[in-house]
C-alpha cells in the first residue's frame, strides 16, 4: 500500500504540534522556499502537475500565474477551510492533525504569489479544530516560522483564521471572499475572477487545504517525485473520504490510480453487514450517482470524468441495497434547498420545486408525469444559473432518474417506496 | 417569497429572507468581549472592520445566547457599519439564533451518509425523550432540538452539534438517555470531546 505523506503521523498523539512537526523535518521546504524566486516556486508547482483539491481540479501553478505582477495593491491568500459538501471531511484532518503543514504552505503559497496575508476561511463548525490551530499558530509566530521578517529573510506573512458561520456557499471561492468581507456568503459574477479583484478589490488567489498541505510536499521532495505519483495529469497523493454503508469509513490517503474497488473493500473494509452494493457518490452530494459497474475506473479527476461523473471533493459516499434512490436524491434536495444562497432564480425557485416534487412522491401522491416533470425542471436549472451550484443540485436528481427511473415510476405507481431501510425513522419527524 | 403567486416558497426560513428579530433588552458589549473584538480587527485592513461582523455576532451570542435588535444595532455602532449590513449577515448564516434558545442547543445533522447511519432515528428518539419537535425547546429551558446539515464528519455519522461548538459523535437512539442525562447533570464536561480529545486521553 502507498506510503502516506499527507497524513503521515496523523495518528501519533502529538502529531499535531509545532515541536513534533519541526523534529520530523517541518518548515525546512519553507527554508528552501525563501531561498528561490517567486517564479520558481511558481514553475516547480507548476511542473509537479498538482490540480486543486476543492472540487474543480483546476491546475495550482496556473492559477497562482494568473495574479498580476504590476498591480500595486497588496495581494492575499485565502485558504477555502469551509469544507461543507456533503460527504466531505479530508482537510478536517488536516487542519486537526498537520495544522502546520497548512501554515507552512501558506508561507510558501504567500511568497509565490507576492502576497503578505492569508486567511484561512474555517466553517463556523469546526470552532474546536479552530482554537487549537490558534494555538498552534501563535507557537509559529513566536517561534518566527510565521509572521513578519521570517526567520530574518526579510519576507512578511500573516496568517488569520477566519470563522464563518454556517453556509455550504461560502465555499464557492467569490462567495468566500464577500463572507470574508463581512457580507453574505453570495457569488460575485466572474469575470473579473479573484486573481485580478478579488478580496478587497485586491488580487487574491483562493486555495483548498489540501491543495496546499501539498506545496511544502512538493517543495521538499521536488517535482518530479510528485508527478511520478500516479497517473498522468493527475499527480501526488490525494486523500479521499469514505462514508455510507461501509465497515470502515474514514479517510484514506491514496494515489489517483486507486480504483474505486480497491477504495471501498481494501481500504475501507467492503460493505456493511456484507450487503450487496448498490450505488456510489464519488466525490461528495454534487457528483452524479454511479453504479457498481464503475468500480474499476481510477478515482482520478479524468477518470471520474470518464465514467460519467466527477472526483468532485473525492468524498465517496456509500450506498447498499437497502436504500431507496427516490429518498437519496429528496435528502440531498433538501440539503441544496437549505443552502441555496437565493441569488438567482433558477436556483433559488428551481430546487424549491425539485423538493415539493420528490416530497410528494415520497408520501405517495406522485403523479406519472412526475418524472417528465423534475427532469424539466433540472433542465432549467442546470448551466443557467450565476454558479456551479446550480449544476450540483441537480446532479443527484438527474443521475438517480437516469440509473433508478423504474425505482421512481414503481413509487409513483404504488405509492410505496418499493425498497424497505431498516436505518429510517419510522415515522418522519416534523419540524414546526 | 415565491414569484409563483398560487404557491408559497417552501416551508420553514429561507436563506434570502431578511428581517429583524425583536428588539430585546438594552445590549452593550462586555469589556472583555470590546476588547477581544478590537484585538481581531487588527487581522484586516484599518479600513475594514466589517470583516469582523461574523465574530462580532458569535459575541453577542456567547453574551446574551441569541441576537437580538438591539444588539445587531450596537455591532453596527461597534463595527462601523449600517444596521441593515448587519441584518442582511444574521439573517443568511445558519449558526446566528434570531429566536432565544435552550441552553443546550443539540443539532442532529440530517444529510446522507448520517442518514444512512440512522440519524433520522437519533432525531426521532430525541424528541421523544425530551418531548419537543425539531426547532422547539424544552419547558425547562434547556434543551433545543434542531436539524443541521452536513457538518464535515460523515466517518462518525451520525453526529450532534452542541452549542455551534461541540460534537457528540457514532450517536445512536440508545445512545440519547445518556447524551441528555450527562448534559443536565455534568453540563458541556459531560461531552468529553470530540473523538481528538478522547484519543489522546
Ligand atoms: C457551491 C460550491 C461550494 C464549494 N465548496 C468548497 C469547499 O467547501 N471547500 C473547497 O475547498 N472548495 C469548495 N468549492 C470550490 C471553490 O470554489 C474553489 O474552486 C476552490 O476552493 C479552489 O481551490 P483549489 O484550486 O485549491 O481546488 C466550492 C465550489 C462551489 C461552487
Ligand atoms: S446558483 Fe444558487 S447558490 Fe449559486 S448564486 Fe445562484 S442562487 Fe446562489
Ligand atoms: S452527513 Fe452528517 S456529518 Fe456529513
Given at each position: 500500500m502507498f506510503e502516506p505523506?499527507?497524513?503521515?503521523?496523523?495518528?501519533?498523539?502529538?502529531?499535531?504540534t509545532l515541536d513534533f512537526y519541526v523534529q520530523h523535518g517541518g518548515y525546512q521546504a519553507m527554508k528552501t522556499a525563501l531561498g528561490m524566486t517567486p517564479d520558481a516556486i511558481v514553475d516547480s508547482v507548476k511542473k509537479s502537475g498538482l490540480r486543486g483539491r476543492g472540487g474543480a481540479g483546476f491546475p495550482t501553478g496556473l492559477k497562482w500565474s494568473f495574479v498580476p505582477k504590476d498591480n500595486p495593491k497588496p495581494k492575499y491568500l485565502c485558504i477555502n477551510a469551509d469544507e461543507s459538501e456533503p460527504g466531505t471531511f479530508k482537510d478536517h484532518v488536516l487542519l486537526e492533525r498537520n495544522p502546520h503543514l497548512l501554515f507552512e504552505g501558506c508561507v510558501i503559497a504567500c511568497r509565490a504569489i507576492g502576497a503578505r496575508t492569508c486567511y484561512i476561511y474555517i466553517r463556523g463548525e469546526f470552532f474546536h479544530l479552530q482554537q487549537q490551530m490558534e494555538a498552534e499558530l501563535q507557537k509559529a509566530r513566536a517561534a518566527g516560522y510565521v509572521g513578519k521578517n521570517i526567520l530574518g529573510s526579510g519576507e512578511d506573512c500573516d496568517i488569520w483564521i477566519h470563522r464563518g458561520a454556517g453556509a455550504y456557499e461560502a465555499g464557492e471561492e467569490t462567495a468566500l471572499i464577500e463572507s470574508l468581507e463581512g457580507k453574505r456568503a453570495q457569488p460575485r459574477l466572474k469575470p473579473p475572477f479573484p486573481a485580478v479583484v478579488g478580496l478587497y478589490g485586491c488580487p487574491t488567489v483562493v486555495n483548498n487545504v489540501e491543495t496546499i498541505c501539498n506545496v511544502p510536499v512538493i517543495i521538499e521532495k521536488g517535482h518530479e517525485w510528485f508527478a511520478a505519483i500516479g497517473p498522468e495529469k493527475n499527480t501526488g497523493p490525494k486523500l479521499f473520504c469514505v462514508s455510507g454503508h461501509v465497515k470502515k469509513p474514514g479517510v484514506y490517503e491514496a494515489p489517483m490510480d486507486t480504483t474505486l474497488r480497491q477504495l471501498i473493500y481494501d481500504y475501507a473494509g467492503g460493505m456493511r453487514g456484507d450487503r450487496q452494493l448498490k450505488a456510489i457518490i464519488p466525490g461528495g452530494s454534487s457528483t452524479p450517482v454511479l453504479l457498481p459497474d464503475k468500480l474499476d475506473t481510477h478515482l482520478s479527476f479524468d477518470g471520474m470524468v470518464a465514467a460519467g461523473s466527477m472526483l468532485g471533493s473525492a468524498a465517496v459516499i456509500v450506498m447498499d441495497e437497502t436504500t431507496s434512490m427516490v429518498w437519496v436524491a429528496k435528502n440531498l434536495i433538501h440539503f441544496y434547498k437549505h443552502e441555496s444562497c437565493g441569488k438567482c432564480t433558477p436556483c433559488r425557485e428551481g430546487v424549491d420545486w425539485l423538493y415539493k416534487i420528490l416530497d410528494k412522491i415520497e408520501r405517495?401522491?406522485?403523479?406519472?408525469?412526475d418524472v417528465e416533470l423534475l427532469l424539466s425542471v433540472c433542465d432549467n436549472i442546470g448551466g443557467k444559473t450565476l454558479c456551479p451550484f446550480g449544476d450540483a443540485e441537480i446532479a443527484p436528481v438527474l443521475s438517480t432518474i437516469q440509473h433508478f427511473r423504474d425505482e421512481y415510476e414503481t413509487y409513483i405507481r404504488?405509492?410505496?417506496?418499493p425498497v424497505q431501510s431498516d436505518f429510517r425513522a419510522t415515522e418522519p419527524v416534523a419540524a414546526h | 417569497m415565491s414569484f409563483h403567486p398560487q404557491m408559497p416558497y417552501g416551508e420553514g426560513w429561507h436563506k434570502s429572507e431578511r428581517f429583524i428579530p425583536e428588539a430585546g433588552p438594552a445590549f452593550e458589549f462586555t469589556p472583555e468581549h470590546r476588547a477581544q473584538l478590537e484585538e481581531l480587527c487588527t487581522h484586516y485592513p484599518p479600513e475594514r472592520r466589517k470583516s469582523a461582523v461574523i465574530s462580532a455576532l458569535y459575541m453577542v451570542q456567547a453574551q446574551q445566547g441569541h441576537i437580538t435588535g438591539n444588539a445587531m444595532r450596537h455591532v453596527a455602532e461597534v463595527i462601523g457599519c449600517t444596521p441593515a449590513d448587519v441584518e442582511d449577515v444574521v439573517t443568511y448564516y445558519v449558526m446566528f439564533f434570531t429566536k432565544p434558545v435552550g441552553k443546550y442547543v443539540l443539532q442532529v445533522c440530517r444529510t446522507l451518509s448520517c442518514a444512512l447511519n440512522g440519524a433520522e432515528q437519533v432525531t426521532a428518539e430525541l424528541c421523544k425523550h425530551l418531548h419537543v419537535t425539531p426547532n422547539e425547546t424544552t419547558a425547562d429551558g434547556l434543551f433545543t432540538v434542531m436539524e443541521f446539515e452536513c457538518l464535515g464528519a460523515c466517518d462518525r455519522a451520525p453526529v450532534i452539534m452542541v452549542n455551534n461548538e461541540h460534537w457528540a459523535e457514532h450517536q445512536t437512539p440508545d445512545r440519547i438517555p445518556a447524551l441528555v442525562d450527562g448534559l443536565r447533570t455534568q453540563g458541556l464536561a459531560s461531552l468529553g470531546g470530540c473523538h481528538l480529545v478522547k484519543e489522546r486521553a
Open positions: 505523506v499527507l497524513t503521515k503521523y496523523v495518528n501519533e498523539p502529538n502529531g499535531y405517495g401522491d406522485g403523479e406519472p408525469r404504488t405509492g410505496e417506496s | -
